[in-house]
């Protein structure tokens, strides 16, 4: 990104405008927002006039920080409509681009982050995924290493997962149920079929190796956490859960609305994935792993990254946990954390919606939509 923000006004002044909200969320200051919008709007300006060279790299970063500072300074429902239209501007880029972007480092690059924001906006919005998003994930396949190829196959069946929420919307209850339950069974096949360079382990918390208790409650759910190869793995397992969150969370309401009995891997589902992607949230944020396992302080430093990672799966996670349970709780604790000590405004977003909506189960037994 620093190289094109080099040869690129739109880029270098929508990262100057992201690194001024982020600053300004942390330090609370006004002044560095006020800053971070004046430099947004001539981004924004800038980014226009790069439209006349569409499939250029330096046009779709810009949009993408654009997209990035909807993400920083979220504080209503507003700001995540101002993210959507920046992410579908993206993909129509993407589109203009053509099969040919991916046959570069950079074009590569670029593609891969953006079809996370492109699969995050449709599941969250209940939309289909983009026919050319999945037609280029399944040709990046063939460039990439066969395990490092199992990312992009997961593209395809979150794709799936999409079309199932979208057309439960019109979609009878039995149709709903079958089709959920079979992307689930491809969902599990694929996980089944991972190789060892996505495998992680489960750790126990080593209380003693941190400065204060307190800390190291806060961190950890429990006495166990994830340790992934790299923040990569961890980011696809986290997005396979979500894919099965969301298949079983419409099983669970289309069943208890006709009565029928709740499948047993339904209520395991929606029991268990929440408690794993609660244990990868530790390594997601850069405090446990590597050189953070020999005995440094892991309160000291996080991964800002790995916040925009893991904040939606922890949001959805935590919609489906019951109320006044300690996961839920620790988890909008969390991304009150991330939202605070990262500058990352959706997070504290996120969390005052969980505080003030109804949870998971009132939702069912109103009737009312997720």
Same mark, same amino acid.
């Given at each position: 990104m620093a190289n094109l923000a080099a040869v690129s006004p739109a880029v270098s002044?929508?990262?100057?405008?992201?690194?001024?909200?982020?600053?300004s969320n942390i330090r609370k200051s006004a002044g560095l927002m006020t800053a971070a919008n004046k430099e947004y709007v001539e981004a924004l300006r800038l980014t226009g006039t790069a439209l006349d060279n569409p499939t250029s790299d330096a046009t779709l970063a810009a949009v993408l920080l654009l997209s990035m500072f909807e993400v920083l300074t979220c504080?209503?429902?507003?700001?995540?409509?101002?993210?959507?239209?920046?992410?579908?501007?993206?993909?129509?880029?993407?589109?203009m681009r053509g099969a040919e972007q991916i046959q570069k480092t950079v074009g590569m690059r670029l593609f891969t982050h953006l079809r996370v924001q492109i699969i995050t906006s449709c599941l969250h919005w209940h939309t289909p995924v983009p026919a050319p998003l999945v037609q280029w994930s399944s040709q990046a396949m063939f460039l990439r290493s066969v395990s490092d190829a199992k990312a992009d196959e997961l593209?395809?069946?979150?794709?799936?997962?999409?079309?199932v929420v979208a057309d439960a919307e019109t979609q009878d209850d039995i149709k709903t149920i079958t089709a959920a339950t079979?992307?689930?069974?491809?969902?599990?096949?694929?996980?089944? *079929? &991972?190789?060892?360079?996505?495998? $992680?382990?489960?750790?126990?918390?080593?209380?003693?190796?941190?400065?204060?208790?307190? =800390?190291a409650e806060s961190l950890?759910?429990?006495?166990?956490?994830?340790?992934?190869?790299?923040?990569?793995?961890?980011n696809i397992w986290n997005f396979c859960r979500v894919g099965r969150i969301l298949l079983h969370r419409l099983i669970y309401i289309r069943a208890q609305k006709n009565n029928?009995?709740?499948?047993?891997?339904?209520?395991?589902?929606?029991s268990d994935l929440p408690m794993e992607i609660a244990q990868s949230v530790p390594y997601a944020l850069g405090q446990v792993?590597?050189?953070?396992?020999?005995?440094? *302080? &892991?309160?000291?430093?996080?991964? $800002?990254?790995?916040?925009?990672?893991?904040?939606?799966?922890?949001?959805?996670?935590? =919609?489906?946990?019951?109320?006044g349970s300690a996961l839920r709780e620790w988890a909008i604790q969390r991304l009150e954390v991330i939202g605070h000590c990262m500058g990352i405004g959706k997070a504290q977003f996120m969390a005052r919606v969980l505080r003030s909506a109804r949870p998971f189960e009132a939702k069912l037994t109103s009737g009312e939509a997720i």
């Open positions: 002044g929508a990262l100057a405008a992201v690194g001024l909200a982020s600053l504080r209503v429902r507003k700001s995540l409509d101002s993210w959507l239209h920046h992410t579908r501007g993206a993909m129509a880029l993407v589109e593209v395809e069946l979150l794709a799936r997962v999409s079309q079979a992307v689930d069974q491809l969902l599990l096949q694929w996980r089944r *079929d &991972l190789p060892p360079r996505w495998a $992680y382990h489960r750790a126990q918390r080593p209380p003693a190796r941190y400065r204060n208790q307190a =800390d950890f759910f429990d006495e166990t956490y994830h340790i992934y190869p790299d923040a990569w793995a961890c029928y009995p709740i499948p047993h891997a339904t209520n395991e589902a929606i792993g590597s050189a953070r396992e020999a005995g440094v *302080d &892991l309160t000291s430093s996080v991964d $800002y990254l790995g916040g925009f990672i893991v904040m939606w799966p922890l949001f959805l996670a935590t =919609d489906i946990t019951p109320v």
